[in-house]
């Protein structure tokens, strides 16, 4: 199982970035993906999570802002973030559990900043 996260970056309070992740070695259409954050000296937080069914769940913190998708055929996971605010700087990681082993890929940083 491999994923890598892409498309961090550093953005303006208000701004908007979309984060990839492109999964292989694994059917990635019959599992579950999510996407988590740690910022510095915090704890990992649950940001968003869609099933393989495509059952999505977010944490207040981000509802309304943050979308999750994911695209099957490119086995691919995404996550659209708008009106980014300083609180969502941190390191974003995809994950996923499979055979009930968590895979983490390797983090992308975003950094909310003006």
């Known amino acids: 199982v491999q994923l890598q996260a892409s498309g961090g970056g550093l953005v303006q309070p208000g701004g908007s970035l979309r984060l990839s992740c492109a999964a292989s070695?694994?059917?990635?259409?019959?599992?579950?993906m999510s996407w988590v954050r740690q910022a510095p000296g915090k704890q990992r937080e649950l940001v968003a999570i869609i099933t393989s069914g495509g059952s999505i769940n977010y944490p207040d913190s981000v509802k309304g802002r943050f979308t999750i998708s994911r695209d099957n055929a490119k086995n691919t996971l995404y996550l659209q973030m708008n009106s980014l605010k300083p609180e969502d700087t941190a390191v974003y990681y995809c994950?996923?559990?499979?055979?009930?082993?968590?895979?983490w890929g390797q983090g992308t940083l975003v950094t909310v900043s003006s």
């Open positions: 994950k996923t559990t499979v055979n009930f082993l968590a895979y």
């Open positions: 070695g694994f059917t990635f259409s019959s599992y579950a």
